[in-house]
T-cell receptor, first 113, second 111 residues
Framework: EAGVVQSPRYKIIEKKQPVAFWCNPI?????LYWYLQNLGQGPELLIR????????DSQLPKDRFSAERLKGVDSTLKIQPAELGDSAVYLC???????????FGEGSRLTVL | DAKTTQPNSMESNEEEPVHLPCNHS???????IHWYRQLPSQGPEYVIH???SNVNNRMASLAIAEDRKSSTLILHRATLRDAAVYYC????????????FGKGTTLSVSS
């Protein structure tokens, strides 16, 4: 069974440019999460979806970050415009239900120059 | 969310047991104790979880104190592949909240 798939694995952009990350969760997993991980720190939750509904987006910086999960399957996280401080690893995870074990992808490493 | 306290780092030798401690003095009755680990350049992966009783699985054992204010993750025979950051997380599954990660414990394993 395929795990959580994220792309791209690496992305280097100039500041003020837009960037998007894509996540394909495990089939049948209703809950999807986006986390941000800075170097040496634990992952921080950005947003949680139950099917296509964002049920917890309190930590998402809405001035520049946006996310969507159309049809309750794949999800996209966008940053526009990117800032130097956005350099981090963006992790996607999914679970069967909101109470279930989380399965993480390998992450997308963003470098903003 | 209730907080956990873990040592920043620990060291072990290969094939020896490792005991990773976690303090969670403000744990509530509905909080489950979860452990995840993160290998280098990978996303976190589930290790084990429990509520009150000790738990065993193929990866590890979880020993929970009687008052539930602390717990210990036990790796019975450490291998080089067990070198990772280990996160102890309290999660109220009834509330359906997401995992809130701390800094975890970085485990080094030497041959």
């Amino acid at each position: 069974e395929a795990g959580v798939v994220q792309s791209p694995r690496y992305k280097i952009i100039e500041k003020k440019q837009p960037v998007a990350f894509w996540c394909n969760p495990i089939s049948g997993h209703n809950t999807l999460y986006w986390y941000l991980q800075n170097l040496g720190q634990g992952p921080e939750l950005l947003i949680r979806y139950e099917n296509e509904e964002a049920v917890d987006d309190s930590q998402l910086p809405k001035d520049r970050f946006s996310a969507e999960r159309l049809k309750g399957v794949d999800s996209t996280l966008k940053i526009q415009p990117a800032e130097l401080g956005d350099s981090a690893v963006y992790l996607c995870a999914s679970s069967v239900t909101s109470a279930g074990e989380l399965f993480f992808g390998e992450g997308s490493r963003l470098t903003v120059l | 969310d209730a907080k956990t306290t873990q040592p920043n780092s620990m060291e072990s030798n290969e094939e020896e047991p490792v005991h990773l401690p976690c303090n969670h003095s403000t744990i509530s009755g509905t909080d489950y104790i979860h452990w995840y680990r993160q290998l280098p350049s990978q996303g976190p992966e589930y290790v084990i979880h429990g509520l009150t009783s000790n738990v065993n699985n193929r990866m590890a054992s979880l020993a929970i104190a009687e008052d539930r204010k602390s717990s210990t993750l036990i790796l019975h025979r450490a291998t080089l592949r067990d070198a990772a950051v280990y996160y102890c997380i309290l999660r109220d599954v009834q509330a359906g909240t997401a995992l809130i990660f701390g800094k975890g414990t970085t485990l080094s394993v030497s041959s």
